[in-house]
Nanobody
Framework: QVQLIESGGGLVQAGGSLRLSCVAS????????MGWFRQGPGKEREFVAA????????DYADSVKDRYTIARDNAENTVSLLMDSLKPEDTAVYYC???????????????????WGQGTQVTVSS
């Protein structure tokens, strides 16, 4: 059974920082590509960031580039998302997602990710 457990969400004032973490367990432990998506109130789920342990490449949505940093700890099979300079429009449920172990390329399409966590709420107050 595959499990992705997110943590680290919460309430923060605009300009503040939060760090999200996601631990993967099960047979996707060796999946190279792990990423984060988010879904704000009344919005569709959107790509935030992803990283591949295969080539070290990371990709970010334009809306978070230069404010967010994704990192991967292969030994612990975790992926983290450091979010700085948070804005009210960053308010959303953030989801951790993983591609199949055979997929090594970072993509932005939610449909490319087959395993998902339950999500963690991030609320940024103005």
């Amino acid at each position: 059974q595959v499990q992705l457990i997110e943590s680290g969400g919460g309430l923060v004032q605009a300009g503040g920082s939060l760090r999200l973490s996601c631990v993967a367990s099960g047979r996707t432990e060796s999946s190279p590509v792990m990423g984060w998506f988010r879904q704000g109130p009344g919005k569709e789920r959107e790509f935030v960031a992803a990283i591949s342990s295969y080539d070290g490449r990371a990709d970010y949505a334009d809306s978070v580039k230069d404010r967010y940093t994704i990192a991967r700890d292969n030994a612990e099979n975790t992926v983290s998302l450091l979010m700085d300079s948070l804005k009210p429009e960053d308010t959303a449920v953030y989801y951790c997602a993983v591609r199949l172990p055979s997929r090594t390329i970072v993509t932005r399409r939610a449909s490319d990710y087959v395993y998902w966590g339950q999500g963690t709420q991030v609320t940024v107050s103005s």
